[in-house]
T-cell receptor
Framework: GENVEQHPSTLSVQEGDSAVIKCTYS??????FPWYKQELGKGPQLIID?????GEKKDQRIAVTLNKTAKHFSLHITETQPEDSAVYFC???????????FGTGTSLTVIP | SAVISQKPSRDICQRGTSLTIQCQVD?????MFWYRQQPGQSLTLIAT?????????ESGFVIDKFPISRPNLTFSTLTVSNMSPEDSSIYLC?????????FGPGTRLLVL
């Protein structure tokens, strides 16, 4: 089955700096890659996603890049703000499939 | 997108008892899922809730311990049966819409 690895497990950045979280996957059949943000005491919230026919997607300060050949994808947050502090999870799945394979999570702290 | 609510939001239970968690979706999602999340850990899929039929359980989870119902497209329940302290965790419901999943806020369970 699919195996998703996520790095780093913890990340601290100064407010205004950029943050990058990387994930790798093993199954070349995976073609849908969402990213979730989980704040303390809340459920995971979808923040951005990308399909395998696209190499990059942006939404304001958040961007995701995908390298299908290398089987890795990354979340980029620019101009970080304290409210970006949370745990971020990547996932991989197949469009039309049931199973989401989650990474182990990255705890991001933005220092004011 | 889909908005998902769960009840209860948290509970403290005695060992040997059972707790039923309810999940309500605001739109007709194609799939509903139940996850468990240990503190500081990633999400582990318990089962896929199938409308009008038995749920599909992942390895390590059985129907006797985690019976699931899904009487219609927008509602599902998960029961944690004969609880022990090891069942203390966050239980998350999600709804699948198109290719992605939307999560509820979670139910925080503590078993004494």
């Amino acid at each position: 089955g699919e195996n998703v690895e996520q790095h780093p497990s913890t990340l601290s950045v100064q407010e205004g700096d950029s943050a990058v979280i990387k994930c790798t996957y093993s199954d070349s059949a995976s073609n849908y890659f969402p990213w979730y943000k989980q704040e303390l005491g809340k459920g995971p919230q979808l923040i951005i996603d990308i399909r395998s026919n696209v190499g990059e997607k942006k939404d304001q300060r958040i961007a995701v890049t995908l390298n299908k050949t290398a089987k890795h994808f990354s979340l980029h947050i620019t101009e970080t703000q304290p409210e970006d502090s949370a745990v971020y999870f990547c996932a991989a799945s197949m469009v039309g499939g049931n199973q989401f394979y989650f990474g182990t999570g990255t705890s991001l702290t933005v220092i004011p | 997108s889909a908005v998902i609510s769960q009840k209860p939001s948290r509970d403290i239970c005695q060992r040997g008892t059972s707790l039923t968690i309810q999940c309500q979706v605001d739109s007709q999602v194609t799939m509903m899922f139940w996850y468990r999340q240990q503190p500081g850990q990633s999400l582990t899929l318990i089962a896929t809730a199938n409308q009008g039929s038995e749920a599909t359980y992942e390895s390590g989870f059985v129907i006797d311990k985690f019976p699931i119902s899904r009487p219609n497209l927008t509602f599902s329940t998960l029961t944690v049966s004969n609880m022990s302290p090891e069942d203390s965790s966050i239980y998350l419901c999600s709804g699948g819409l198109q290719e992605t999943q939307y999560f509820g806020p979670g139910t925080r369970l503590l078993v004494l």
